[in-house]
C-alpha cells in the first residue's frame, strides 16, 4: 500500500469518528415538548400574591415607618406578620412526630394507619398557607 493510499485511510476514518461524535452531541440536545415546558416552568419565577382589601376596609398600612416625604424607613424594628410558632409547640410537634415513628417501628399501628397519618400530615402542610392567608385576608 502507498503513503497516499494510508493516509487517505486515516483522513476518511477520522472524518467518520467526527461526524459521529457530532450526531451524538445533537442526538443528546434535543428534547421533547413535554420536556421544554417542564424545564421552562422550573425556571418561571414564583407568582407574587397580593392581597386586596374587600369592600368598605381601608389599604393595610406596611409595618416599616415612614420619613415624612413618604419613604419607608428601615431603622425601625420589624414585627412578624402573624403568629409564630413557639418553641414549646414546635416541640410538642416534634414529640408527636417521634411517637408516630416509634409506634411504627414497635408494630402498635398498622402500616396503614401509619401512612394515613403521613398523608394527613401532608395535607395540613400543603393547605395550611392558603388557609392561613385567608384567615388574614378576612
Not at 494510508?6 to 443528546?28: E, H, N, S, Y
Not at 421552562?40 to 382589601?53: C, I, K, L, S
Not at 411504627?104 to 394527613?120: H, K, M, T
Request: with cysteine.
Amino acid at each position: 500500500m502507498t503513503t497516499n493510499g494510508i493516509f487517505g485511510i486515516v483522513l476518511a476514518t477520522r472524518m467518520a469518528l467526527v461526524a459521529a461524535a457530532a450526531a451524538m452531541t445533537l442526538a443528546g440536545c434535543t428534547l421533547t415538548p413535554e420536556q421544554k415546558a417542564a424545564a421552562a416552568a422550573r425556571r418561571a419565577p414564583p407568582t407574587a400574591v397580593v392581597m386586596t382589601p374587600t369592600k368598605g376596609e381601608e389599604p393595610a398600612q406596611s409595618g416599616l415607618a415612614h420619613y415624612p416625604d413618604g419613604y419607608p424607613s428601615f431603622g425601625a424594628p420589624l414585627t412578624a406578620a402573624n403568629v409564630q410558632m413557639s418553641n414549646e409547640e414546635a416541640a410538642s410537634l416534634g414529640q408527636k412526630l417521634s411517637a408516630l415513628r416509634v409506634q411504627r417501628d414497635a408494630g402498635a399501628i398498622s402500616e396503614a394507619e401509619y401512612q394515613r397519618r403521613v398523608a394527613e400530615y401532608r395535607k395540613l402542610a400543603a393547605e395550611h398557607g392558603t388557609d392561613a392567608l385567608s384567615a388574614i385576608g378576612n
